[in-house]
T-cell receptor
Framework: GIQVEQSPPDLILQEGANSTLRCNFS?????LQWFHQNPWGQLINLFY???GTKQNGRLSATTVATERYSLLYISSSQTTDSGVYFC???????????FGTGTRLQVTL | DADVTQTPRNRITKTGKRIMLECSQT?????MYWYRQDPGLGLRLIYY???????NKGEISDGYSVSRQAQAKFSLSLESAIPNQTALYFC??????????????FGPGTRLTVL
């Protein structure tokens, strides 16, 4: 099956810093989503981005489908950005998401 | 109000007990999914359903069964719970016809502990 790798696995930032999270996938995909899992365990949809670039406030994402990677940018990080960020892809065979193992982000004061 | 709800939110049970986790949605989506998440890992698909008459096994279906009682309801059962089924369980929905291809939306999760 498709492999999804996320980097870095862990990231510690001071409040106000910027960061880039990466998601590599091993095969072509029809869909790609970024999620934020907050410290309470809830999964929050950030972006649905099978290709191209999108922005939502301090967050933006870019997917280069031909090169099989996606990037999530977090600018001016806040403590509420802490948690785990997951990339999930759908290779299009049966509408099933395959998740990466996540990037754990901690934003400190 | 939450579009995807899960009950219970937390459950502690003993080995060998039968457990049912329930998922309801008001999004009007046809497709529903059950995933489990183990500590430090991403989610893995247990079962999925494209409509009331369509049920499919996912990556890790052994030890689980599901029932799609209606378009809006999808239940996950553990017939005889074992400790390695201790995990966080998520229900999700999607609707490629009305929504954007297969964007999935997740419920709040059920934290299950099997002693």
């Amino acid at each position: 099956g498709i492999q999804v790798e996320q980097s870095p696995p862990d990231l510690i930032l001071q409040e106000g810093a910027n960061s880039t999270l990466r998601c590599n996938f091993s095969d072509s995909v029809n869909n790609l989503q970024w999620f934020h899992q907050n410290p309470w365990g809830q999964l929050i949809n950030l972006f649905y981005i099978p290709s191209g670039t999108k922005q939502n406030g301090r967050l933006s994402a870019t997917t280069v489908a031909t090169e099989r990677y996606s990037l999530l940018y977090i600018s001016s990080s806040q403590t509420t950005d802490s948690g785990v960020y997951f990339c999930a892809v759908d290779p299009g065979t049966a509408s099933k998401l395959t998740f990466g193992t996540g990037t754990r982000l901690q934003v400190t004061l | 109000d939450a579009d995807v709800t899960q009950t219970p939110r937390n459950r502690i049970t003993k080995t060998g007990k039968r457990i049912m986790l329930e998922c309801s949605q008001t999004k009007g989506h046809d497709r529903m999914y059950w995933y489990r998440q183990d500590p430090g890992l991403g989610l893995r698909l247990i079962y999925y359903s494209f409509d009331v008459k369509d049920i499919n096994k996912g990556e890790i279906s052994d030890g689980y069964s599901v029932s799609r009682q209606a378009q809006a309801k999808f239940s996950l059962s553990l017939e005889s719970a074992i400790p390695n089924q201790t995990a966080l369980y998520f229900c999700a929905t999607s609707d490629p016809v009305r929504g954007r291809d297969n964007e999935q939306f997740f419920g709040p999760g059920t934290r299950l502990t099997v002693l």
